[in-house]
């Protein structure tokens, strides 16, 4: 594999970048923002040339010369509709990250910043005399939307069902898959279930994502960080008590729901600590957790009628042979367990950046009206 790849995922208080060359990984680096700093912004998205010079900044102090750099390969933003795959950075997109109808998330900031370096590495070039150019790409952006018609349908007319899943690392995960039995991703059916701060659960056939829910919209398992689905009447009587705002209400769902609204904690290593040291509550949220998994993949089955090849469990979570284990001993009836820890999705973007430069992707382009 030839070229040299800049990777850029914006967390809410970093930024996780990697330079590969040749394929290989010459360095990755969390660029840590403080409190202090973060403060400084009114808006999330204001925060893009700060965290575009830390990057700069950062490459320079490695000696990685601007124009060396053949692509910049970016997490994907809440932007729709969009479908998965690789999309060139233009200013409809732009625009539409900016706007940030969909949400001022983090993540929306990597495709500016990746846009602002190309333009950086084509500049240097054109000063060296250098007429290739550098460009700027996103990969399987979260909110990606390949749903079938009828999961999409919900209870009432005003909520139908969306997606917003972990499309970048749970691809990567199916080709990867795909790969160890000799077939594409578009030669298999498979669930993948992403296990990190929060979690998502997603159909995969022929290479498209037929099916998940919406992690970040109180639609799923039980996470670390969120609470998942709830009853809806309980949900209703607090919106009204005049005891908790929108805001309020919000942040119990995502942020301080799940582990941390029963334990104050995030960190299941610690909750499965204290269940082997005999605390039976953190035994019963564990295996809690482990059920709310197991049923949106049993779930998932359905939509497909039980045809599935396997079912991959990756995130950070999948790192814990006891809950691997559990879920594994739920839902193996229904197909293989393959277990791919970690969130992969520095790798994954690489991944798809050196697809790019070898010719193997459809090179796709945002409007904002139509897939």
């Known amino acids: 594999m030839n070229g040299r790849i800049l990777v850029i995922n914006t967390g809410s208080t970093s930024t996780k970048i990697a330079v590969y060359d040749s394929g290989e990984m ?26 575009r010079d830390a990057i700069t900044d950062f490459l320079c102090e490695k000696g990685i010369a601007l124009q060396t750099l053949d692509i910049a390969m970016a997490r994907g933003g809440l932007i729709t509709p969009i479908r998965t795959g690789v999309y060139e950075v233009t200013q409809e997109m732009r625009d539409a990250l900016m706007e940030a109808k969909e949400g001022a998330h983090a993540c929306n900031l990597s495709a500016l910043i990746a846009d602002d370096i190309a333009v950086m590495v084509n500049e240097a070039r054109a000063a060296e005399g250098i007429e290739e ?36 690392n749970s691809r990567a995960m199916v080709r990867r898959y795909a790969r160890s039995v000799g077939k594409t991703n578009k030669e298999v059916t498979v669930i993948v279930a992403h296990m990190g701060g929060g ?27 969120r609470a998942g689905s709830v009853p809806a009447f309980p949900l209703v009587e607090k919106c009204f008590s ?21 334990f104050g904690t995030n960190d299941f290593r610690e909750l499965a600590a ?27 089955a359905t939509v497909v009628c039980g045809k599935v090849d396997a079912i991959i469990l990756t995130g950070g979570i999948a790192y814990s042979k006891m809950i691997v284990d559990d879920i ?29 430069l070898a010719g193997e992707f459809e090179i796709k382009y945002y409007h904002p009206d139509r897939f």
């Not at 790409?137 to 007319?157: C, N, Q, R, S």
């Not at 942020?255 to 941390?260: I, N, P, Q």
């Not at 204290?274 to 998932?300: H, M």
């Not at 594994?328 to 950046?353: D, H, K, M, Q, T």
Request: hydrophobic share 40%; with cysteine; proline share 5%.
């Open 26 to 51: 010459m360095f990755e680096k969390g660029l840590t923002h403080s409190a202090e700093e973060i403060a400084a912004y009114e808006s999330v998205m204001d925060q893009t040339p700060m965290r």
């Open 133 to 168: 150019k550098c460009r700027a790409f996103i990969a399987d952006p979260p909110m990606a939307d390949e749903m079938l018609p009828e999961v999409k349908v919900g209870g009432l007319p005003e909520f139908p069902r969306r997606t917003l899943f972990h499309a970048l």
């Open 199 to 225: 979690s998502s659960v997603s159909l995969h056939r022929n290479g498209l994502v037929i099916d998940t829910n919406d992690a970040l919209g109180g639609d799923g398992p039980i996470s670390p960080e």
């Open 242 to 262: 005049g005891k908790w705002t929108e805001a309020q209400i919000k942040k119990r769902l995502v942020g301080r729901g799940g582990a941390v609204a029963y």
């Open 274 to 300: 204290r269940s082997e040291a005999g605390d039976e509550a953190c035994t019963v949220f564990l295996k809690g957790y482990c059920v709310s998994v197991a049923k949106y993949i049993g779930a998932l």
């Open 328 to 356: 594994r001993e739920r839902v193996g009836f229904i197909a293989p367990v393959e277990v791919y820890a970690g969130e992969n999705e520095l790798e994954s973007l690489a991944e798809n950046g050196y697809g790019i």
